[in-house]
């Protein structure tokens, strides 16, 4: 059995967690030594998770992202399991739509600001309310390259991550001093969310990158240790590209 590290006193919330970027996340929070919330759709792999994670320092809350309730229960089931939320990460997303922005229909582009925006704007609420405004803290919200350039075919998603990069403007502006907030903007990293953009062409589409490969979510993991670590202290309202160096391919031809 691996031996678990020393726990570090800090608390995290991490939403769409059950597997991908979050699961990847709530690991790299868990070997520095904090206890970790996940928040995942379904029940069933929620509770695999948590049991993957260690049951002995992860709780995990199912529900819908956007919705209100489940955003609280969220934060109170914290707050009774750990005492505190230092951390807020929101991974939450969604991209049920693939094709022109001009023949979207509307209410799916609602759909996709309620749970990529909105969720976070009110996660970020409740984790402040609760715990952050009179103790400090920081807030990580996993944006998209899409989200700083434009992403065809994905355009609603695209816009919704580039609406998450002025919320964490807004909030890293609200929230000084005391509450951090940054972003994270990823290209193409291999999780079951992503799997339309690489599955059966891998090697093809990481030909493109110039570190030769996709990203994988050990890489947002520790992106977001970081972000949420002493080492960051004086960063706050900056969006970290991490994208294999794909962006430094933009004009090139």
Same mark, same amino acid.
């Given at each position: 059995?691996?031996?678990?590290?020393?726990?570090s006193g800090?608390?995290?919330?991490?939403?769409?967690?059950?597997?991908?970027?979050?699961?990847?996340?709530?690991?790299?929070?868990?070997?520095?030594g904090?206890? &970790?919330?996940?928040?995942?759709?379904?029940?069933?792999? %929620?509770?695999? /998770?948590? !049991?993957?994670?260690?049951?002995? =320092? +992860?709780?995990?809350?199912?529900?819908?992202?956007?919705?209100?309730?489940?955003?609280?229960?969220?934060?109170?089931?914290?707050?009774?399991?750990?005492?505190?939320?230092?951390?807020?990460?929101?991974?939450?997303?969604?991209?049920?739509?693939?094709?022109?922005?001009?023949?979207?229909?509307?209410?799916?582009?609602?759909?996709?600001?309620?749970?990529?925006?909105?969720?976070a704007?009110?996660?970020?609420?409740?984790?402040?309310?609760?715990?952050?405004?009179?103790?400090?803290?920081?807030?990580?919200?996993?944006?998209?390259?899409?989200?700083?350039?434009?992403?065809?075919?994905?355009?609603?998603?695209? &816009?919704?991550?580039?609406?998450?990069?002025?919320l964490? %403007?807004?909030? /890293?502006? !609200?929230?000084?001093?005391?509450? =951090? +907030?940054?972003?994270?903007?990823?290209?193409?990293?291999?999780?079951?969310?992503?799997?339309?953009?690489?599955?059966?062409?891998?090697?093809?589409?990481?030909?493109?990158?110039?570190?030769?490969?996709?990203?994988?979510?050990?890489?947002?993991?520790?992106?977001?240790?970081?972000?949420?670590?002493?080492?960051?202290?004086?960063?706050?309202?900056?969006?970290?590209?991490?994208?294999?160096?794909?962006?430094?391919?933009?004009?090139?031809?």
């Open positions: 059995m691996t031996e678990l590290p020393e726990l800090k608390v995290a919330v991490i939403t769409g967690a059950s597997r991908g970027i979050g699961y990847g996340v709530a690991e790299a929070l868990l070997a520095r904090d206890r &970790v919330c996940i928040t995942g759709r379904s029940e069933d792999a %929620l509770k695999e /998770a948590v !049991e993957a994670l260690g049951a002995e =320092r +992860v709780i995990g809350v199912a529900g819908k992202a956007h919705d209100e309730a489940h955003q609280t229960v969220v934060v109170e089931r914290t707050m009774e399991a750990f005492g505190r939320v230092d951390f807020l990460v929101n991974n939450a997303g969604t991209n049920p739509v693939f094709g022109p922005i001009a023949d979207l229909d509307l209410n799916v582009a609602r759909k996709v600001f309620e749970t990529n925006v909105i969720s704007l009110g996660f970020a609420q409740k984790t402040w309310h609760a715990w952050q405004k009179d103790n400090g803290g920081a807030i990580v919200n996993i944006a998209s390259l899409a989200g700083v350039s434009a992403s065809p075919f994905i355009g609603a998603y695209g &816009v919704s991550k580039a609406a998450m990069i002025n964490t %403007l807004q909030l /890293a502006h !609200e929230f000084a001093p005391g509450v =951090r +907030v940054n972003s994270i903007a990823p290209a193409v990293v291999k999780t079951k969310f992503a799997a339309a953009l690489y599955e059966g062409r891998e090697a093809e589409a990481a030909a493109s990158y110039p570190l030769a490969r996709l990203g994988v979510p050990s890489d947002i993991g520790g992106t977001a240790a970081f972000l949420t670590s002493d080492q960051s202290d004086w960063i706050t309202g900056q969006t970290l590209v991490v994208d294999g160096g794909i962006l430094l391919n933009a004009g090139v031809g």
